[in-house]
């Protein structure tokens, strides 16, 4: 939606940002898809591919900075779930994100260059009638974010054709 703004933004920074992140979505779209196959697969998901590529339109990026000035520990996200179908977890510039266990117990979830974690949603969690649950999760202060914050980039990815 964003990009139909393009031509508006007289910034060529931020006009080069929209472009870049419009692209990126079209990047992910192949690794998106993939996702939507196998979990159409293993989890018997009739249509899930088709759902997911007739909301590629709704796909967004958010990059965020959590803050620091915070205690080792500290919530800097709160525990939530995402409201969309799964979330791609593309950069986390540290550790520090968590996840719930069936146990009830917080772990950490892995952060590396060289992968990304892909979270079940809500509507992920309605869609597969609950076979695939929405993971809780949360982002914690750690020694390396406690002054200077952290950085994530997580790729939504909503369909369109179930609740949230």
């Known amino acids: 939606m964003l990009e139909t703004y393009i031509g508006k933004i007289k910034n060529p920074i931020a006009r080069d940002f929209v472009q870049n ?10 690794i998106v898809l993939d996702f939507a196959r196998q979990s159409e697969k293993i989890f018997d998901l009739r249509d899930f591919v088709k759902e997911v590529e007739q909301g590629e339109d709704v796909f967004f990026v958010r990059f965020i900075h959590y803050f620091g000035d915070r205690k080792l520990g500290e919530e800097i996200a709160t525990a939530h779930t995402d409201q969309s179908g799964f ?22 979830m892995p952060v590396s260059s060289s992968e990304t974690v892909i979270i079940p949603s809500m509507q992920m969690q309605l869609r597969s009638k609950g076979k695939l649950k929405a993971l809780c999760h949360r ?11 952290r950085y994530s980039a997580v790729c939504f990815v909503q369909l369109k054709k179930t609740p949230k």
Do not use: D, M
């Not at 992140?21 to 192949?30: C, E, H, N, R, Y």
């Open 21 to 30: 992140a419009t692209t990126l979505v079209g990047i992910l779209k192949p």
């Open 87 to 108: 979330s791609l977890h593309l950069f986390e510039s540290a550790q520090g994100l968590q996840c719930l266990t069936s146990q009830h117990r917080w772990i950490n």
């Open 139 to 149: 982002v914690i202060a750690t020694p390396e974010t406690l002054e200077v914050g």
